[in-house]
């Protein structure tokens, strides 16, 4: 059923949860049982969404036939402009529509990587009215679908444009068929209250549902509250500055905040309808819902007469089928429920391992290749872009020097890194400016811990009470004369330090077998098994070869996927004209360098890492720069 269609006949509340195509085959074989057992709470409808620059078109259009055909969850598929021709549209709308997919939110997107600006690949589809526009003329899809559109309550992040004329593009597209509105998260309710009431008066009166997204740390809050320009009330910033280093208390914060803002936005906005945006976690939403007493579980049960099978007339169970139970319907009644709660493929068992809170810290550089929250992304699809920031490197040496300046401090970002160094990566500032310094560009790291207390400031993750530990490991990009020198050093010191190494041309070196699993952060709290947040293994190395990206240095999730660790060499360089030094130097860089990793397993001694690198190796060879 179509999404508006469905919020006309829905008499209380209601919610939506949004999900994006995992990383990998089993976070997302993972993510349909995750999906499977959201469903028991009833949504009125699942959103996937579309990767920027259509970059994960395959996948969403996979996971949304399977929600909706196989798994029938009412699903809204998320459809952009970007990159996005004609033929491409008709097709994805084709798809949906022979897979039972009646809704879809349709967004402008953002630019493909390597552009800062928005640039229409078809100018037919410059923005998303326009996308409506057509759907609506289409005599093959006009009455196939009901049409979202996005709101930003705090403003677009990318736009220029003054809130008085950001409405105005809000009711151009409300106006060229849109029946239903879904907003950026937002976390100021008094400013979104008033927001509310500003589009009503200029005429916007279809359905609009509060974009939500419930905090699950405080660094993925930080980074997405930045990149969506979203206005953060002084009170929350409080709030999480006396409790950032403690996960467990920052996510039951985020989980009390939501359940406040819901229960103003109803009691006081009169909003019924409200969109989770999940980053495809379960834990946080579910506690929300049973918080606010809209699950399944809360609805209100009648006694019920228990009579013989003989003894009950049919007009009996005809007028009154919830308050009679017989044996045949109470066999029934629990085969039905047997099998509505079967989910296939769910990750291990135990309380740390449970199925749906077993990845609920996802801290870690590398993180788990398991979790559908694996490689998490921006809201609707986005991946964070960045830009080179006004640099012009023409030699090698730039290069380093701009690597210099960034861990320094004298500038705060760079291409590999949105944000400045992480207090974390400080604690080894000495060992990174030394490989720097030699060329080795560091893109990646962590010292090593050896039971730190988990509410430390500089490393401390997960719930008050545990203990962390870390192996010390280093990421950057190197030479193939440095990466043939490393392989025989490892091979002498006979398995107590591992690396991966893999360049442009997709070949592989590495110490590491390709079935082992490498913990190199582990937690041990109270009441908990062990919980391992981050993960070295040559699959989820070679997913993150290619995303040295924002927020690495600060240990955050990063966000892209496979055949894109290079292409921050490509983005950088495509800033240049052909030909040019600066792209030249670049695109030669991307093409002979490797993204090297090594790992040292004693965790006790913080400095065998580098003794290894700067000794063993030797790193003041100078043949090796």
Not at 168 to 193: C, M, P, R, W
Not at 577 to 584: C, F, K, L, V
Request: proline share 5%.
């Amino acid at each position: 059923m179509k999404l508006v269609e469905k919020i006309s006949q829905t008499q209380g509340p209601f919610y939506t949860f949004e999900f994006f195509p995992p990383r990998t085959e089993q976070g997302f074989s993972n993510l349909l049982s995750r999906i499977s057992r959201l469903a028991d709470l009833n949504p009125l409808a699942i959103n996937i969404t579309w990767g920027a620059g259509g970059s994960t078109k395959e996948q969403t259009l996979e996971l949304a036939s399977l929600t909706q055909k196989e798994h029938g969850i009412d699903t809204v598929m998320h459809l952009t402009c970007t990159n996005m021709m004609q033929g491409s549209v008709d097709s994805a709308l084709r798809i949906a529509k022979e897979t039972g997919i009646q809704s879809i939110l349709a967004l402008r997107g953002d630019p493909p990587r390597g552009e800062e600006y928005w640039i229409p690949t078809d100018p037919r589809f410059t923005h998303a009215r326009d996308l409506v526009s057509y759907i609506r003329s289409s005599p093959e899809f006009s009455d196939a679908f009901s049409l979202g559109v996005a709101a930003y309550p705090d403003g677009h992040a990318d736009s220029i444009l003054g809130e008085d004329e950001e409405i105005e593009h809000l009711k151009a597209k409300v106006d060229s068929g849109a029946d239903f509105i879904v907003t950026q998260l937002f976390y100021d309710v008094d400013n979104f209250l008033r927001w509310l009431q500003k589009i009503r008066s200029r005429g916007i009166t279809i359905p609009v549902i509060p974009g939500i997204m419930p905090i699950q740390t405080y660094s993925t809050f930080l980074r997405l509250t930045r990149l969506c320009g979203t206005h953060v009330p002084d009170s929350i910033h409080t709030d999480l500055e006396l409790i950032k280093y403690d996960d467990q208390k920052v996510k039951d914060y985020g989980i009390s905040l939501a359940v406040k803002m819901i229960r103003r936005l109803v009691d006081e906005g009169g909003l019924k309808g409200f969109h989770f945006c999940t980053l495809n976690l379960e834990k946080s939403v579910q506690s929300i819902l049973e918080t606010l007493g809209w699950t399944p579980s809360h609805a209100k049960i009648h006694n019920k007469l228990i009579a013989e099978s003989f003894g009950v007339t049919e007009q009996h169970l005809a007028t009154n089928p919830d308050l009679i139970v017989t044996p045949a319907s109470a066999t029934s009644s629990a085969t039905n429920g047997l099998v509505s709660h079967v989910t296939k493929g769910d990750t291990g068992i135990g309380e740390a391992n449970n199925a749906s809170t077993w990845d609920e810290f996802p801290n870690g550089r590398f993180g788990d290749i398991n979790s559908p929250a694996f490689g998490s992304q921006d809201l609707w699809g986005g991946f964070g872009r960045i830009t080179p920031g006004g640099s012009r490197p023409s030699t090698l040496d730039d290069i380093t020097a701009l690597t210099l300046r960034f861990l320094t401090g004298e500038i705060t970002s760079y291409p590999f890194s949105a944000a400045p160094l992480s207090v974390e990566s400080q604690l080894i500032l000495p060992h990174l400016l030394r490989l720097a310094k030699h060329g080795w560009w560091p893109v990646g790291s962590q010292p090593a811990v050896d039971g730190l207390p988990s509410g430390d400031g500089s490393v401390g993750w997960g719930p008050a009470g545990g203990y962390i530990y870390q192996k010390p490991f280093v990421e950057f990009f190197a030479s193939s004369t440095i990466v043939e020198r490393l392989e025989r050093a490892i091979g002498e010191v006979k398995g107590i330090v591992d690396f991966l190494a893999a360049n442009n041309a997709g070949e592989l070196k590495t110490s590491v077998q390709g079935s082992e699993r490498n913990a190199v952060t582990w937690g041990v709290f109270p009441g908990k098994e062990i919980i391992q947040s981050t993960i070295i293994e040559q699959e989820s190395f070679l997913t993150w070869k290619v995303c040295v990206f924002v927020d690495i240095w600060a240990c955050l999730l990063s966000d892209l996927t496979q055949d894109e660790a290079f292409s921050i060499w490509t983005d950088w360089a495509s800033q240049f004209p052909p030909n040019s030094q600066e792209r030249q130097l670049l695109e030669d860089i991307r093409d002979t360098r490797w993204l090297v990793n090594v790992t040292h397993h004693d965790f006790k001694d913080p400095g065998a890492l580098w003794r290894f690198i700067f000794e063993d190796i030797g790193l003041d060879d100078a043949s090796l720069t």
